[in-house]
């Protein structure tokens, strides 16, 4: 199962090789490293790193996630957005390795639609494509936190359309989602978080986020899923990984 943020709820991650190259006038916003379970059992671990990417006016978020599902797998994702109040989408690319199934995805705004190929390289398959018309509400998840952050407390509910970066399944259709802010702060390590409750697709969970847009954690009751923010060491050792 994958975990994004999205993905805790839908499938799993992975992430870009071919992303916009940098510039000087890129800025480094985070880099952190988070852990994963269900039921109380780890599940696996990932890395991600946020940046401002000032002379393209985009922001881009890429992630390596290494699970355990029927032997190692391993995941890389990225997804890069316009940097303005609608996030809208510019661009993903995804690619999982791993002993069951390994595939890439390609995700590309053109005019008026986003554009995504899901391309299965084991077990073999055809190509997969899949469009879908760019809405004003629409967001790629991996950057829902960051449009999260943005949205006053005790307001609302706020409505949007979330494109998952890693469907293993090759479906690209949006998913609906409801967020509630609240004016509810917890500590998780240094950060300070705010509360949000959120539906996707009808399934609730708990999130916790930075104002700065940065994930804390995620709390899915229905699959006894949770995200928590941590540190290499930490997501290495819980995982035994050396």
Sequence with gaps: MKFFLLALIFCSPALAKTEPAKTEKTEALWKEWYVYSMGGEMIGYYEETAEKRGKDKQLAITQRWTEKEGGL???YIGSVVHDNAALGPVAFFSERKGSGQTYRIDGRAKGSELLMTFKPVQPKGKDIKAAADLAPNMVLSNFLPYWL??????????????????????????????????????????????????????????????????????????????????????????????
């Design 73 to 75: 797998s391993e995941t």
């Design 149 to 242: 952050a943005k949205k006053e407390p005790n307001k609302g509910p706020y409505t949007f359309l979330a494109v998952v970066e890693d469907p293993r399944d090759g479906k690209f259709d949006a998913r609906d989602g409801k967020a509630q802010p609240q004016a509810v702060t917890k500590k998780v390590g240094k950060e300070t978080c705010r509360k949000i409750e959120i539906s996707l697709d009808g399934t609730p969970g708990e999130w916790w986020i930075t104002s700065a847009g940065k994930l804390c954690e995620v709390l899915l009751p229905v699959s006894q899923a949770r995200l928590l923010l941590s540190t290499e060491n930490e997501a290495k050792k819980a995982f035994g990984t050396p």
